[in-house]
């Protein structure tokens, strides 16, 4: 008997032991327990190896890559961890392990690293760098969200991120007058700035609107369709072509007519007396009550964004600022179930597409889309900035923090609008996440780039450190002197730092048994 076999007889013993103990656990029945112990038995009597039949940890490496035990494989492998066949018994394989790339996004996204080259790139050009303590840091200088939405075209970001950037632009992006007693001139073009967002954005689903509701042989349905985007002309010309010339007259009334709204919400409530309302049809019933002002009773099934904005058109005063439309819907959606709550985009109960196919990541409903969070934002002095910048709030890979990132250093760092709280989710943290996100891209030295965006310096030092260690040998030969006069020149990175990444590889290459070709 051989000193494996030895050590599995006394492995098995302890285990025999071990059975009347768990047995008596009440978490474990005993039938249970006995089926388990016999497995783990089991799988000793096959593996060779017992260091790895013992226990195995998930290994993590750079790039996102981790390790794990797998199942036996079949065919022989071998490795400079495993010996040759014809040295251990042919009755039985080991237990070999797998190794796993982390995806931060679809494999059948083709323009993950195009949008990281382009947003990164036009900070960078925005970004001065110094030194503190004989640590770099970089300086924050002037950048727009317009400069962001002229940044990418849209075949390289989706339509939710477009939309995102156009509607911060709306919200935050300095407002030129000449006029010095401004405060309402600008409250007023803000808000005509986002009027202006929720038309392009409402325009995009009136095809959804019109499925919902189907197509009427009066045309009614797409002249409604047409006032969730306030094409008030579109759909007035549409009750002309209908010959309706009366409710063609009454919607060129619709927008900020308050006088118009007293009477026709006299008129609305003179029909429910008299029972003449039963005899309108639903579709003109409609109409009369976005006349009347009383918007909510008119969106049922509409998107939430269509919904604020219809109440900000038609419910709302001219005077008032969008704050009271978004104050109004916030306390329609909380008294009623038919008002459309601001579920994130992958999980809106609207959708006539059955494309539900990523709802299960938000079955229990509890996150918000991320352009409701920046509407609070704006309003809101008090808003949550850890609850807005949830990567799962704007799109279904949570482990993809650009936006997030981007987001944060605009609002907090630029434009310093908010931070995060004290006590919740620290801006470093973010900063982490995405130099993590960066490496497993590949694009390592982006990551050296957002690495020097770390608050705490001793933090920054040591994740700077890190990064040269693991990627400076990396850098083609015929590229390492332009790199390297680059990072110490342009981004302050200190001379000694690549001395010493490139002596812990030089050490790393003189371990015996490394076959690995390297560039330098």
Not at 183 to 208: G, H, V
Not at 462 to 491: D, G, S
Request: some cysteine.
């Amino acid at each position: 008997m051989n000193d494996n076999d030895n050590e599995l007889q006394i492995m098995r013993d302890q285990l025999q032991n071990l059975k009347g103990t768990l047995a008596d656990l009440n978490e474990v029945p005993q039938s249970d327990s006995k089926a388990l112990l016999d497995n783990v038995s089991g799988n000793l009597e096959e593996v060779q190896d017992t260091s790895i039949g013992r226990s195995f940890r998930v290994g993590w490496g750079p790039n996102g890559r981790f390790v794990r035990r797998s199942k036996k494989n079949v065919r022989p492998i071998y490795t400079s961890f495993i010996p040759r066949m014809s040295r251990i018994s042919r009755a039985s394989q080991r237990d070999i392990v797998k190794f796993h790339q982390v995806l931060i996004v679809s494999e059948e996204d083709m323009h993950t690293k195009e949008r990281i080259n382009k947003s990164l790139e036009l900070i960078f050009e925005r970004t001065t760098f110094d030194q503190e303590d004989e640590t770099p840091y970089v300086n924050e200088t002037g950048l727009t969200f317009m400069d962001l939405i002229s940044n990418f075209d849209t075949k390289t970001i989706d339509e939710h991120e477009n939309l995102t950037w156009k509607l911060c632009h709306a919200l935050w992006d300095d407002i030129q007058l000449l006029n010095e007693h401004y405060d309402k001139e600008i409250k007023d073009y803000r808000k005509a700035r986002i009027s202006k967002w929720f038309q392009i954005t409402n325009e995009l689903r009136m095809a959804d609107h019109l499925k919902l509701s189907g197509y009427s042989d009066d045309n009614t349905d797409l002249i409604f369709a047409y006032l969730t985007s306030k094409q008030i002309s579109k759909a007035s010309l549409t009750a002309i072509k209908n010959r309706d010339f009366h409710l063609a007259s009454l919607i060129s009334q619709l927008y900020g007519n308050d006088y118009v709204k007293e009477c026709m919400k006299n008129q609305l409530d003179h029909w429910k007396e008299t029972g003449i309302s039963n005899l309108v049809s639903p579709n003109y019933s409609k109409f009369f009550e976005l006349l009347s002002g009383n918007v909510f009773v008119t969106t049922k099934g509409l998107d939430w964004r269509t919904t604020i904005s219809m109440h900000m058109w038609y419910g709302c005063s001219l005077n008032d600022p969008f704050d009271e439309a978004l104050a109004s819907y916030e306390k329609a959606r909380k008294a009623s179930e038919d008002i459309t709550k601001p579920f994130v985009w992958y999980n809106q109960p609207f959708s006539v597409d059955d494309n539900d196919h990523w709802a299960y990541l938000d079955s229990d409903k509890q996150i918000f889309d991320l352009h409701y969070h920046l509407m609070k934002l704006s309003m809101d002095a008090t808003y949550s900035l850890e609850d807005a910048l949830l990567p799962r709030a704007n799109h279904v890979a949570p482990l993809d923090y650009r936006v997030t990132w981007i987001l944060h250093y605009m609002i907090a760092r630029v434009l310093r609008i908010r931070d995060f709280s004290s006590d919740g989710v620290t801006v470093d943290q973010i900063t982490l996440k995405f130099i993590f996100e960066l490496e497993t891209l590949g694009i390592w030295q982006w990551a050296v780039f957002i690495a020097m965006f770390i608050n705490e310096s001793d933090v920054r030092k040591n994740v700077l450190n890190e990064l040269l260690n693991r990627y400076v040998h990396q850098i083609p030969k015929e590229k390492v002197e332009n790199f390297r006069n680059f990072a110490i020149k342009t981004m302050r990175l200190k001379e000694e730092w690549f001395s010493e990444a490139q002596e812990i590889f030089s050490k790393y290459k003189e371990v015996p048994g490394r076959k690995r070709k390297f560039s330098f």
